[in-house]
């Protein structure tokens, strides 16, 4: 009796087709902002002198570290000035009491920051990119206080990415935490990019509204009179 033919050899398998991710070249960004302290100072004053360029503002900055160091941290946060720091990083941040909020962003392509070394973040790998100044005010209306925000601003390379949002959700979330009834700041009419995103984020951009200051010379003099 002839032997049994041997079973045909399996079929093999085809191959699956290997599936990319959708943007193999993502670059993660830790991001995190936090409370400042009087040791960030020489960071805040050139993000201050950067703001007056943008601004178109640098005859009216007279600010020196010194002077932001006297009159900055002299209050516990919250009760009177209050800087929020925005800071990069190509690592995850250790979390402390000073976090206020981290988030981790992803971009197609590295944030070509070409100052990354003089705004590094007293000498460890964080990278200052933007800050907040804010202080308490009062609605009489409402009678409950508030936040103003006296400062807003994200350095060049790294706009348009949503940090200026992170860092008005985290006045207006510790507005929200401290039960106070809204955050108010100005804009510059020229500033139309700026008016955009304040009016797409929910922001009323008080047209009828004007400022007014005493300054300088002005104050002085009418400070005297009686």
């Not at 703001?51 to 900055?72: G, K």
Request: with cysteine; net charge neutral; hydrophobic share 40%.
């Amino acid at each position: 009796m002839a032997a049994a033919a041997p079973p045909p050899p399996p079929t093999p398998t085809p191959d699956q087709p290997i599936q990319l991710p959708s943007n193999p070249t993502t670059h993660s960004l830790f991001t995190r902002i936090r409370l400042a302290t009087i040791s960030d100072v020489p960071q805040i004053h050139k993000l201050i002198h950067q703001m007056a360029v943008f601004e178109r503002l640098t005859h009216l900055f007279s600010a020196t570290e010194s002077s932001l160091s006297t009159t900055l941290f002299n209050s516990p946060p919250f009760q009177s000035f209050t800087v929020f720091i925005l800071e990069v990083s190509q690592l995850p941040f250790p979390l402390d009491q000073t976090t206020i909020l981290t988030k981790t962003l992803n971009h197609e392509t590295p944030i070509n920051d070409q100052d990354s070394e003089i705004f590094r973040s007293n000498g460890s790998g964080f990278i200052v990119a933007g800050f907040v100044l804010f202080f308490p005010n009062y609605s009489t209306f409402l009678a409950k206080p508030g936040f103003y925000i006296e400062d807003i601003f994200v350095r060049e390379c790294y706009r348009r990415k949503g940090f200026g949002k992170m860092l008005l959700s985290a006045v207006a979330g510790q507005a929200v935490k401290m039960g106070y009834g809204r955050v108010e700041w100005c804009v510059l009419d020229w500033n139309v990019n700026a008016i955009k995103f304040y009016e797409e984020m929910g922001a009323d951009v008080m047209k009828e509204w004007r400022i007014c200051r005493l300054t300088g010379a002005a104050l002085e003099s009418y400070g005297y009179q009686g």
